[in-house]
């Protein structure tokens, strides 16, 4: 089933000089890029972006780090994307994440884990609205 899906390289995978190998893993996995994006989250985009995180303890800290430099935000398309890429990104906490993933390769971090990516449908068409509007 072709789906589309968003993944953003967050500042720490910027910052890194990460996004042309992310980019590359998502090309050579198969997927078409429909859109690319280099911005900086405001403060308002970034609690509307993780507004399910609201009431979460680290939601302070989650704001605080994506609006701390630029991102860089892809729509891609292709066969089982959005579950495809949960799988290319790895498990939240980059140290447990599995070698071979993105943030296993890449990264220790949980606030600083590289890059997001939408876990549903629901969840990629609230994103896309905050981000390519
Ligand atoms: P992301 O996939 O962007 O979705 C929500 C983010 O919250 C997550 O990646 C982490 O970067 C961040 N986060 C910060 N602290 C925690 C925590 N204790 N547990 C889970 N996620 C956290």
């Not at 701390?68 to 498990?91: C, F, K, P, Q, Y």
């Not at 447990?96 to 449908?121: Q, V, W």
């Amino acid at each position: 089933m072709t789906e589309q899906t968003l993944f953003i390289v967050k500042p720490d995978g910027v910052e890194r000089k990460l996004v042309g190998e992310i980019i590359s893993r998502f090309e050579e996995k198969g997927f078409n890029i429909l859109k690319l994006k280099m911005f900086t989250f405001t403060k308002q985009m970034a609690e509307e972006f993780y507004s399910v995180h609201q009431s979460k303890p680290f939601f302070g800290e989650l704001v605080s780090f994506i609006t701390s430099g630029r991102v860089v935000a892809a729509i891609i398309e292709g066969d089982n994307a959005i579950a495809a890429t949960r799988l290319m990104v790895g498990l939240t906490k980059s140290f447990e994440a599995a070698p071979g993933t993105i943030r296993g390769d890449f990264g220790l971090g949980i606030s600083d884990n590289i890059i997001h990516a939408s876990d549903s449908k629901e969840s990629f068409e609230k994103e896309v609205a905050v981000v390519f509007k």
